[in-house]
């Protein structure tokens, strides 16, 4: 699976965002609150998230890999994949979640 292109309906964002040019028509005009909430994300990623956490979440998301095939490179179910990266409900509490993590640690700058 390694090599071949995401899903057309998932999201694959970039991990290094300085490759893309900043008059590109993905980011439209360029401005210091978007470099800054670029570079915020990536210091959530290094410091709210752990290691096995933040390897799941850039396979996902920045690369593009399945959860299953993240399941397979790591030697687990698709489901220990899915609850490291959505977390589960317990007793109506959120337990675990690197999104809800890396929304948590991040809300401050988007006002959520």
Do not use: N
Not at 3 to 17: E, H, Y
Not at 27 to 39: F, I, N, P, R, T
């Amino acid at each position: 699976m390694e090599g071949t292109s995401p899903p057309a309906d998932r999201v694959r964002l970039c991990a290094a965002l300085d490759h893309v040019s900043a008059d590109s028509a993905l980011w439209g005009a360029a401005d210091d609150s978007h470099d800054a909430l670029c570079d915020a994300v990536r210091r959530a990623v290094g410091a709210v998230l752990s290691e096995r956490q933040r390897e799941i979440v850039e396979w996902h998301f920045f690369e593009g890999v399945s959860q299953g095939e993240i399941a397979r490179r790591l030697g687990v179910s698709q489901q220990v994949v899915q609850k490291s990266l959505y977390g589960v409900t317990r007793r109506g509490r959120p337990i675990g979640g690197s999104l809800r993590r890396l929304r948590e640690a991040l809300s401050p700058l988007v006002g959520a």
